[in-house]
């Protein structure tokens, strides 16, 4: 079946370092890609998506490439600050099974 | 503004006792979903619902039911709350499936069954 495995946290950087989180996928057909941002004490919010291959999500300075040739989907940011500190979790979008399927999550922190 | 509802955020209660946690939204979504997210293991489905009348079981249904008389609430019942129910909960609704389209979470409820 679908699924999705990314890097284990938690990840630990100093302000202004270069981040990426890597996430690879399982799925048969062309699935959506999305990172989801969570914030302490918050519910999940989108933070980029691609909807095929070769596209590039970008927001708020994270970027992510959807590669169907290695099946990956890694996160990244070129310069980290303080408000980064967060959990990112990976995900695809499985309309077979009408669900959205999610990696583990990996907890970023940033130190100043 | 757009928003999913969560209520409440905080439950702490005893095995068995039943109870709900209520979830509504305000973007005439037709697809809502429940989630549990627990340490190491992502988030889960537990179950989702199409649109009004018609849900169906997630990844991890059992000991939870759903009900979806109208289209902008989905509550999640315990029937029999046990301790492996402790966890926090998710409610996520999604306009037009859930194909290529964000999903808009509430902001949780953590539930302790002791």
């Known amino acids: 079946g679908n699924s999705v495995t990314q890097m284990e946290g938690p990840v630990t950087l100093s302000e202004e370092a270069f981040l990426t989180i890597n996430c690879t996928y399982t799925?048969?057909?062309?699935?959506?890609l999305f990172w989801y941002v969570q914030y302490p004490g918050e519910g999940l919010q989108l933070l980029l998506k691609?909807?095929?291959?070769?596209d590039k999500g970008s927001n708020k300075g994270f970027e992510a490439t959807y590669r169907k040739e290695t099946t990956s989907f890694h996160l990244e940011k070129g310069s980290v600050q303080v408000s980064d500190s967060a959990v990112y979790f990976c995900?695809?979008?499985?309309?077979?099974?009408?669900?959205?399927?999610f990696g583990s999550g990996t907890r970023l922190s940033i130190r100043p | 503004e757009a928003q999913v509802t969560q209520n409440p955020r905080y439950l702490i209660t005893v095995t068995g006792k039943k109870l709900t946690v209520t979830c509504s939204q305000n973007?005439?979504?037709?697809?809502m979903s429940w989630y549990r997210q627990d340490p190491g293991l992502g988030l889960r489905q537990i179950y989702y619902?199409?649109?009004?009348?018609?849900?169906d079981k997630g990844d991890v249904p059992e000991g939870y039911k759903v009900s979806r008389k109208e289209k902008r609430n989905f509550p999640l019942i315990l029937e029999s709350p046990s301790p492996n129910q402790t966890s926090l909960y998710f409610c996520?609704?999604?306009?037009?499936?859930?194909?290529?389209?964000?999903?808009?979470f509430g902001q949780g409820t953590r539930l302790t069954v002791v």
């Open positions: 619902s199409m649109n009004v009348e018609v849900t």
């Open positions: 996520a609704s999604f306009p037009r499936g859930i194909a290529n389209t964000e999903a808009f």
């Open positions: 691609a909807t095929k291959a070769d």
């Open positions: 995900a695809l979008s499985d309309p077979s099974a009408s669900k959205i399927i």
């Open positions: 973007m005439n979504h037709e697809y």
């Open positions: 799925a048969t057909g062309y699935p959506s």
